[in-house]
C-alpha cells in the first residue's frame, strides 16, 4: 500500500528529496529497506538496511551475499509498487501539465493502485 509520496522539481535524486522531506520524521522503530541509491542513510536512520557494496579489488563473502539477496527478496514489493505508477507515465516521461495539479493527479494514481490491490 502507498502510503506517502514525495516531489520535487526536475531531477532531484530520492536520498535528498528523503532528507528533505521525511527524513527526521520517521521514528526509529520503523526498519527501513533502502537500495544503494541511500548510501548514507544510517547517519540518519539507525534502523534501516542497504545492500553491502563490494569492496574494491575485492568479493563479498557469502554471508554478505545472503544478506543482499533476503534484503532484495524483501524490496521486490517496492520495486513492484514503483513498476505499477511509471505504468501511468505521470513519472516515467517528461511531466507537461500544471505543477500545481501534480500532486494532486499523483494522488489519485496511488489510491487508483491501492484500491486496485485491496481486490486482489
Not at 531531477?11 to 527501513?32: C, P, Q, R
Not at 563490494?54 to 513498476?83: H, Y
Not at 499523483?106 to 481486490?119: A, P, Q, V
Request: positive net charge; contains cysteine.
Amino acid at each position: 500500500m502507498i502510503i506517502c509520496v514525495a516531489f520535487a522539481t526536475g531531477k532531484t535524486h530520492d536520498f535528498k528529496i528523503y532528507t528533505e522531506s521525511i527524513g527526521t520524521a520517521v521514528i526509529d522503530e520503523i526498519l527501513m529497506l533502502a537500495d544503494s541509491g541511500y548510501q548514507g542513510i544510517l547517519d540518519l536512520h539507525q534502523n534501516s538496511k542497504i545492500p553491502k557494496k563490494k569492496p574494491r579489488n575485492g568479493e563479498l563473502t557469502a554471508e554478505e551475499k545472503e544478506e543482499n539477496t533476503n534484503l532484495s527478496k524483501q524490496r521486490i514489493f517496492v520495486e513492484n509498487m514503483i513498476a505499477k505508477i511509471k505504468v501511468f507515465k505521470i513519472v516515467s516521461n517528461k511531466y507537461r501539465n500544471r505543477r500545481k495539479r501534480f500532486a494532486l493527479r499523483m494522488s489519485l494514481i496511488c489510491g487508483i493502485i491501492n484500491f486496485e490491490n485491496s481486490l486482489a
